[in-house]
Every structure is written in C-alpha cells, then in structure tokens.
C-alpha cells in the first residue's frame, strides 16, 4: 500500500490511484449505513417477502435496464459525466429514506413503501455500477489494478469496519426513527466529498462506437437492440465461460442472501448493535484477506486463488444454518470475510481481461443482466421454502449449492479449457 503512495508510482501512473482511494474512504460511511437498509425495513414493519424483495426488485430492475444503458454509454463522449450524475441522483435518492417516516399514504405500510423507495433508488445505481467498471479499467493501467484494487479494498474495509460498529451501537441507543433518519442523512452529506473526489479522476473521453448502416438499424427496434447485444459477446469463449461458472456459483447465494438477515433478526434476536459488530467483523477479515491474497497473488496466481476461495463461499449460510448461536456466526463471517477478499481480488480482474476493451459497456451490460436475472429469481424461491421449511435448513441448502456450482470453476477454468459443446453456445445466444 505504501508503494501505491510513492512517488514513484505517481509518476509512472498519475494522481488517479490516490483519488479512488480517497473516494472510497468517504463512500465507506454511506455503504455502511446501506448495509442497515434490511434491519430499517424491518423494524418499518416490513413482512418477510418484502424483505426479500430488496434483493430481487433492484435486480429485476437491472435485468431490463442494463443492455440499452450499456448501449447508451458506448455511444457516448462524455461517459464521466453520465457516470457521475447518475451516482449523484442515486446518493440523492437516499433522502427518501430520512422522509419516509413521515410520509403516509393510504393503504401502503412503511415497510411497503420503503420497498418501493429502495427499488427507485437501485435504477440509478445500476446505472452508475454499469459504467464504473470499464471506468476503473480505464482510469487505472492493468499492471497497477491489483494494486489499486488492493488498496482501495482496505480502505473501505478499514472504514466500514469502524462505521458498521459506530452506527450499530448509535442505532441501538437512539429512539427509532430518529436513528436511521440520522444516520442516512449523515452518510449521504460525507458520500458529496467521495463524488468530489471520484470527479477528479482523469479518464480520456474517447469518441464513442460509430455503427455501420446497417448495424445502426437494428438499435431502433428494441426487440432487436436485445437480440444483438446477446449475439455478438457469446463468441468471446472466456466470456460465455466467466457467466456460466459465475452464475451456477451464484445461485445458492443468491437465495440465502435475504434469509441470513431475516434469520438473524426474526430467529436469533439479533439486535442493530450486533449487526453492527457483524459488519466490522466482516469487514475486519477482509482487509486481512487482501493483504493476504495479495501477497500469495504473484506466488499463486490468480486463476489457482480463485477456483480454491469461490468454491469456499458456500461455508457462510452452511455455518450459519448449522450453528444457532450469534458469537458462532460471528467466527463464520470472519472466515467469510477473508474468503471474500480472494474471490473479490482475483474474480473482478479476471472479468477485466476476458472482455474485449473496444465493448467493454457493452459486455458489462450483458453481463450483470444475466447475473440480476438470477439474483431476481433465487431471493424469491428461498423465502419461499424457508417459509414452507424454515429458515436453518434452506441455509444450509443454500451453502452446499454454491459450493457445488462453484466447482466449475474447476471443471472449466477461465482461460485453461475448454467448455463443453452444449454450454459454448447458450441457445438464443
């Protein structure tokens, strides 16, 4: 991290580096204070299925969105802006949370209308999510993302860790609804100095795609500006290999994401103080994690670090379903956050290389569409059996099913195989 720092490497690489690091310190503050948006709905009032729709709406959301937004931004000159104004209107959107309480409409609960206020809000994040992936490609030269990386994962480890423990503990000893009230307007005020700094990066504003005649007629039609964004990325073999392996490693997660708060909160009684300590812990063994992965990256590489982390993320909701108790869980997370760090440092900068840099928006799009489609489905069908089956044993489903999926990355490494003859070419692809 020192070496990120040093002269040296701002020269060789600009001032980018220390502004992303920057940003990330200050938007730590509003990322924890979003980690409590679950606890917030519940206490609102929020039932079981509403909850769970904080996961599946936003992706939903993102499924539609994405192909014609990442088509907008690669026909684009000025991305910066878009990506910058989108993040901004996002942040903003966080108000609604502070108005909510005094906000009544017949026949809508609190928690109902929260749901909807988070959904509005994820539009422009996904936005904003889309384009901030090919910007950090660009911003930052790839011998010097792992470092970059590195350094902005600590940082925002480091601080979430911290804020995850302040604002559980505030939110425990401050009357409700004062408390949440608070805390989003104080995240969203510190999140304005992180956009200030994010602003200051510097990135060439390329001249966007021009299309041929022919191809540009296809865009005004939106059946078919679909059908060509999934055509043309699926003979990229290293891509359709990345989503297939990522998505079957995805699944069980997915559905145990809404379930774990909803266990904690509903079964256990756990308190906001506790899901404080929860993300400190969390986001303590996390910056562990990439410290240690980052060392071991140049020894092991990253293809050998990823297929041996992502095949153990399915020990979280394993652990948690198996062991009652909230100080166990608490140890788990701690594994979970140092398993995390390997699959965040080595996954992202694999992705990174398997797309083409000229489409870079577009793939992107593609991509995270497809992830959303699942993480839109599989919240819905895991509320639905751990209301028929309770929550413990779908946990522990959930865990041995992500780390089934995940042994794909073994069985079809990125970049060391080949797919099989029925996966290389999805149909409708």
Known sequence: MRRLFSRTFVNAVGDNPWYLCVEVFWAAVYASAQTFAGAYAIRL?????????????????????????????????????????????ARAGTLLYVL???????????????????AVVTLPTHFFNLGFIPFLAQAVPEPHRADTFSARNILIGAMLSLSNLLLGIWLARV???????????????????????????HVSEAAPN??????????????????????????????????????????????????LLLYFVRTLGASESWLGVLGSVGSLTTIFGYILWRWTLTRWGETKILKWTIVAMGLYPLLAGLIPSLTAILFAAGLNGVIAAGVTLTHFNTFLKVIPEGERHNYTALYLTLMNIGAFVCPLIGIVLAEQYGFAPVLIACGLLSIVGSTSFWIWPIGESRLPAAASMPEGG
Do not use: C
């Not at 729709?53 to 959301?61: E, F, G, H, Q, Y």
């Not at 539609?64 to 907008?72: K, N, S, V």
């Open 45 to 89: 009032g929020a039932t079981n299925s509403q909850v769970s729709l904080l996961s599946s709406i936003p992706a939903l959301t993102a499924a539609i969105i994405l192909l014609p937004a990442g088509h907008f931004l690669q026909h684009r000159e000025r991305r910066k802006h878009w990506l910058l104004s989108s993040l901004l209107l």
């Open 100 to 118: 909510l309480p005094w906000i009544h409409l017949d026949g809508l609960s609190h928690g109902s209308l929260f749901v909807a206020f988070f």
């Open 175 to 201: 009357a409700f609804p004062y408390n949440y009230q608070a805390m989003f307007l104080f995240a969203f005020a510190l999140s304005m100095i992180s956009l200030y700094y994010l602003s200051k990066v």
């Open 210 to 259: 021009t299309l041929t005649h022919e191809a540009a007629r296809n865009w005004r039609s939106f059946t078919k500006q679909w059908l060509a964004l999934f055509s043309a990325p699926w003979r990229v073999r290293e891509f359709t290999q990345i989503v297939i392996n990522t998505f079957l490693y995805g699944i069980g997660l997915w559905a145990a994401t809404p379930l």
